[in-house]
């Protein structure tokens, strides 16, 4: 029965390594999904038959909390809006770092206060503090703590996340001072209570201990992802998940079972290659995202103060693109908050009757998480042919009548290229600026995320049409169809 | 046992570095959606912790574990084929 077990633990392992290989590419997509899917559910069925080391599982415990979670899982699910994708991927990434945490935390309070009551796995296994050998204890001690810290810095890290994301938390980052020196002093405060709970002589100090450097743990997660703008927030989700894994892993190591150490180290690799891929998407280093302030202010900081700046009506929007012939559209978070794909969708439509060639450009960081925009433009219908990425659209804004950027600033900001002491330099951008006319569908001339000035808004070819993206559009679209 | 399970952890490890090499950017989020509700394979050790006879502490501990991986690794699932319906499914219809 044992050995059957590690065979399907095995099949499970290959699963998700198909499922997340498929999952990288477009046309596989889904069924890498379901593959991994598929392989959870092996795994969890597998370990509920025939429990690792010989366990009796608490059915009760077990059902209860298998069903209570699976319907709160999946109404949260089904139930957020799209543009509210992004929090929900930050927030089931902090449950997962916040599992493992609790996983560590329960065996260690396993071991010391109920050690005699059954024989727990890790100790069969040859990983028991108390059973085999310095060296199984040590690694076991060790395994449970990094478990404790980065599932609690994935816990608190990706909340805060969750609340720059959603707006809750303001997203430009928040410095404390002398933050560098408080994140080592932290650092080390934790490193000490670790050992104290590892090589303490009374089970209730080693409990305490480890509690405190859960604690220790959870603050630091949270100093570690304030700093951090609110534009970089996909990045740093995305570190985050690949510290879920690595956490899921060192569980794995406490409670010795190999099926959480191969899966949770495959999500903390791969994690770690799409952290990297997404950084280069925006030609920064993770080292810079990781040391935060961007944005905070100086060099190029100044958002007040800008001159000759031309707005536009709904009317001369709607005359403006009648008289187009290449018309390229630039979505950004501010139509996802506007809810205004829909409109963008029929406007298209309106001016595609007319004959006008319409393309949808997609920064690959527009909105709060790459691959946002496609996803809402899809959920109103927009062909997947009209879409294209940076890279393959930047050379033509040359010939194009107007680019009509909606909701987005720091993706056409051309600071990026033309002034080498803006935070944003060297950032890839859409060149919007270089269409015969831009239209700026915006609230107000206030500053993207980055929260720096867009000198775009000062240019000859660019008209401020300010509002709210649903209503200008929507206007527009009904300036257009009276003619 | 521990030596295996170290060399399991590195091997397993190198895969993931190899797993994905070049990813379009419109994956990167369902990518990061899917991966995340893998690594809540953290259910099957908080299975293991709600077990009998390993005291009420653990045991409290161990169903919490149980019920916020069972979440992630359901939601995480969903959410991520929502997104991707949105528009792999689209594609094949036309």
């Given at each position: 029965m044992e050995d059957l077990a590690k065979i399907f633990y095995l099949a499970a392992t290959a699963l998700f390594i198909f499922g997340v290989k498929d999952l990288a590419k477009v046309r596989t997509s889904r069924r890498g999904n379901g593959l991994a899917a598929l392989g959870m559910l092996v795994?969890?069925?597998t370990t509920l038959v025939a429990p690792e080391g010989g366990i009796q599982l608490d059915w009760k415990w077990v059902a209860g909390g298998l069903i209570l979670g699976s319907l709160l899982g999946a109404l949260l699910a089904r139930t957020i809006a799209m543009t509210g994708m992004p929090e929900m991927v930050a927030l089931f990434n902090g449950f997962g770092g916040a599992a493992s945490l609790l996983v560590a935390l329960s065996v260690f309070a396993g071991e010391y206060l109920g050690g005699d009551a059954?024989?727990?796995?890790?100790l069969t296994q040859g990983l028991g503090v108390d059973g085999l050998g310095e060296g199984a204890a040590l690694t076991w001690t060790v395994a449970v703590m990094l478990s404790v810290l980065i599932g609690a810095v994935t816990l608190t890290g990706s909340l805060v996340a969750m609340g720059k994301l959603s707006g809750k938390i303001p997203g430009r980052p928040l410095l404390l001072p002398a933050r560098h020196l408080l994140t080592f002093a932290l650092l080390g405060a934790a490193a000490w209570?670790?050992?104290q709970a590892g090589w303490s002589a009374t089970h209730q100090e080693a409990q305490c201990a480890l509690y405190t450097l859960a604690a220790l743990a959870g603050i630091l997660g949270i100093m570690v992802v304030l700093p951090i703008g609110g534009a970089d927030m996909p990045v740093v989700v995305s570190l985050l998940n690949s510290y879920s894994g690595l956490a899921a892993s060192m569980a794995g190591f406490v409670i010795g079972n190999s099926l959480l150490i191969t899966a949770g180290a495959l999500v903390g690799a791969a994690g770690l290659i799409l952290t990297q891929l997404m950084c280069r998407a925006m030609n920064r280093s993770l080292l810079h995202v990781l040391v935060g302030g961007f944005g905070d202010g100086d060099?190029?900081?100044d958002t007040s103060g800008y001159e000759n700046v031309k707005s536009a009506g709904p009317e001369e929007a709607a005359m403006v693109l009648e008289a187009a012939e290449k018309v390229i559209f630039i979505p950004g978070y501010g139509m996802a908050v506007a809810q205004a794909q829909h409109v963008v969708k029929q406007l298209a439509q309106e001016l595609e009757s007319r004959?006008?060639?319409?393309r949808y450009a997609i920064h690959p960081v527009a909105g709060r998480m790459p691959g946002h925009m496609n996803v809402l433009l899809a959920e109103a219908d927009v062909p997947y042919e009209q879409l294209f990425e940076m890279e393959r659209i930047n050379g033509d804004f040359r010939d194009t009548d107007v680019a009509m950027v909606i909701g987005a600033n720091d993706v056409v900001n051309p600071a990026a290229i033309e002034d080498s002491s803006s935070p944003i330099a060297g950032m890839p951008i859409l060149h919007a600026f270089e269409a015969r006319t831009v239209l700026m569908v915006k609230r107000s001339l206030s500053p993207g995320y980055a929260g720096i000035k867009n000198p775009l808004f000062e240019r000859e070819n660019c008209l401020m049409c300010f509002g709210d993206g649903k209503e200008f559009l929507a206007e527009v679209l009904a300036e257009l169809k009276k003619n | 046992m521990l030596l295996l399970l170290l060399t399991i952890f590195l091997l397993a490890i190198f895969v993931g570095f190899e797993l994905i090499t070049k990813v379009p950017p419109t994956l990167h989020t369902p990518l990061m959606s899917g991966a995340n509700a893998i690594s809540g394979i953290t259910v099957v050790g908080a299975l293991a912790c709600a077990r009998i006879g390993f005291g009420p502490e653990a045991q409290w501990l161990g169903v919490a574990a149980l019920v916020?991986?069972?979440i992630n690794v359901v939601?995480?699932?969903l959410v991520t084929d929502r997104m991707l319906k949105m528009f792999v499914?689209?594609?094949?219809k036309r």
């Open positions: 795994a969890v069925v059954s024989v727990p796995a890790a209570f670790a050992a060099g190029g900081g004959n006008v060639e319409i | 916020l991986a069972t939601g995480g699932f499914g689209k594609k094949r």
